[in-house]
């Protein structure tokens, strides 16, 4: 099996931005234990994070071409923004499970609606950085 986990912006800051709201773990953090978790599972694990919608875009076409056979995502303030991911998720076969560290629907307004919802199998949010471990079990328990 391959798995894909991708992450939007200022995730890369995680373990420094906001610890109140997102937790003292970094990244690096989270990626290696869902590479030892996939590695349970002898599956592989893909693990990118990026600023910049476009090269998101990029690498859901990618995973289409390249047999992966989910994406874990956290889309950041994306999910609450982006047309374009949608449109992304929605032109793969892909499944997709939509991941955030805080619950989304507990904070601003503005971050109760995700854009990207409607066309991801699953959506975790406010467990913290679990949710990621949850969203990738369901891929690899299947």
């Not at 890369?12 to 953090?29: A, M, S, V």
Request: proline share 4%; glycine share 8%; net charge negative.
């Amino acid at each position: 099996m391959k798995l894909l986990v991708l992450n939007g912006p200022n995730l890369n800051r995680l373990g420094k931005r906001e610890p109140e709201i997102y937790g003292k773990e970094t990244l690096e953090d989270i990626k290696q234990r869902l590479l030892q978790l996939s590695n349970k599972f002898h599956a592989t694990l893909d693990f990118r994070q990026s600023n910049h919608e476009g090269e998101l875009i990029d690498w859901i076409h990618e995973a289409e071409d390249t047999g992966i056979d989910g994406i874990v995502f956290n889309p950041g303030a994306y999910t609450h923004t982006s047309v374009a991911l949608r449109d992304a998720i929605a032109s793969v076969k892909v499944p997709v499970i939509e991941v955030h560290i805080s619950n989304i629907h507990k904070r601003e307004p503005f971050r109760h609606t995700s854009l990207l919802a409607a066309e991801c199998v699953g959506q975790i949010c406010g467990l913290g950085t679990i949710g990621y471990d949850l969203a990738l079990r369901k891929f690899l328990e299947q």
